[in-house]
């Protein structure tokens, strides 16, 4: 099994110089520092819509939330999920998957209250 690893390891690092990528991990220490950056922003921009959720749920008030921006933002984040799955990109794919989520829930609770 370790060896299957080892060699689609070797496949992904020849893909990388064949289309002349970046290394990963990049040996520059700004950009390695950015690599794990981008995790935190993917998870820290649908945690800012939380307040929102919480807010139309739990108070039962929906006055003010405008259901056509939420379902635009839905449709944005699954072109950009499905940008994430072609591309391979696990921080578009986490983020979208969380802003799909988090924009149903706002919604729903537009449409309910």
């Given at each position: 099994?370790?060896?299957?690893?080892?060699?689609?390891?070797?496949?992904?690092?020849?893909?990388?110089?064949?289309?002349?990528?970046?290394?990963?991990?990049?040996?520059?220490?700004?950009?390695?520092?950015?690599?794990?950056?981008?995790?935190?922003?993917?998870?820290?921009?649908?945690?800012?819509?939380?307040?929102?959720?919480?807010?139309?749920?739990?108070?039962?008030?929906?006055?003010?939330?405008?259901?056509?921006?939420?379902?635009?933002?839905?449709?944005l984040s699954s072109i950009w999920l499905i940008y994430g799955i072609v591309h391979k990109?696990?921080?578009?794919?986490?983020?979208?998957?969380?802003?799909?989520?988090?924009?149903?829930?706002?919604?729903?609770?537009?449409?309910?209250?």
């Open positions: 099994m370790a060896k299957n690893i080892s060699a689609i390891h070797h496949y992904h690092k020849r893909k990388r110089v064949h289309k002349k990528l970046e290394p990963y991990p990049h040996p520059d220490k700004f950009k390695r520092i950015i690599d794990k950056i981008i995790y935190i922003a993917a998870f820290a921009g649908p945690i800012m819509t939380i307040p929102q959720v919480i807010g139309i749920w739990v108070g039962k008030n929906s006055s003010g939330v405008s259901v056509i921006s939420w379902i635009s933002y839905a449709i990109e696990k921080p578009i794919i986490i983020s979208s998957i969380i802003w799909i989520i988090l924009d149903i829930f706002i919604v729903v609770g537009v449409i309910l209250y």
